[in-house]
């Protein structure tokens, strides 16, 4: 009886190991997602963000179609960077993230002045780039979301905060737009009111513009915005862009 005990428990034990040998096989066999990001001269309040898509076909070759028993997601950054004696470096963090498909058990966990952070960076990302109606979507988007997390005194004067410092960049974007109108149609502009009280904009239209020969005639609007721009929209879009979270805690 011992015998077939221990005979019973390496057959375990094997199987085991072939269990695991074949999800490392799968795990190696699966191309992850890279993006490599410059970020320049940093500081010591100095954030930048990054946001994912999770690949739904990835994901059913690692659960076997079922998608629920994903239970958390692999991330790894690794920061390249020169320090002040000229010694090149590379610093690499390696972590795992729990995921869940319930939208309020992961806005109830939400760090609310981390997430403003970005929100804030990305909306003056898009400003700059000249997609102005995407950065006031944004901007609408992402104040109905922070004000659902709020769980607490805290977050909400947390997503005030927020509120109160998009409100100058977002006016400022919706002047420019204001601004196109005799060349841009009325329904590719933004409803009048800010981030305080009004109702969320339509969702970005897109519009089509007489393009010169050979260019793009997105390529080309986004041009003449940046040359319209005055200095109030560059400097509330550049605040903006360099924002970090402790402005918000």
Not at 151 to 167: C, F, G, I, P
Not at 170 to 193: F, I, K, N, T, Y
Request: proline share 2%; with cysteine.
């Amino acid at each position: 009886e011992e015998n077939n005990k221990d005979n019973n428990n390496n057959n375990d034990n094997n199987n085991n190991n072939n269990n695991n040998n074949n999800k490392d096989m799968e795990m190696s066999q699966i191309r992850p997602a890279r993006k490599t990001t410059a970020i320049g001269n940093v500081f010591e309040d100095s954030e930048t963000f990054f946001e994912y898509n999770v690949d739904r076909a990835t994901v059913h070759k690692l659960t076997n179609n079922n998608s629920a028993a994903l239970k958390a997601v692999p991330f790894q950054v690794q920061i390249v960077y020169t320090r002040l004696d000229g010694c090149k470096c590379m610093r690499v963090i390696t972590h795992k993230r729990a995921v869940t498909k319930d939208r309020e058990q992961a806005e109830k966990a939400m760090n609310v002045a981390l997430m403003a952070a970005n929100a804030a960076q990305r909306s003056a990302r898009l400003a700059e780039q000249g997609l102005y109606e995407q950065s006031r979507f944004n901007n609408f988007a992402y104040a109905n979301v922070l004000n659902r997390s709020a769980q607490n005194e805290q977050q909400a004067r947390q997503a005030q905060k927020w509120v109160a410092h998009m409100s100058e960049m977002d006016g400022q974007v919706q002047q420019q737009l204001q601004q196109e109108q005799a060349a841009v149609p009325a329904s590719a502009l933004m409803a009048r009111g800010g981030l305080g009280g009004a109702a969320a904009p339509p969702r970005p239209v897109k519009y089509k513009l007489k393009a010169k020969k050979g260019s793009n005639a997105h390529e080309q609007r986004r041009v003449g915005r940046a040359r319209a721009r005055n200095d109030r929209v560059s400097k509330s879009v550049f605040a903006s862009k360099h924002v970090s979270s402790a402005l918000f805690d």
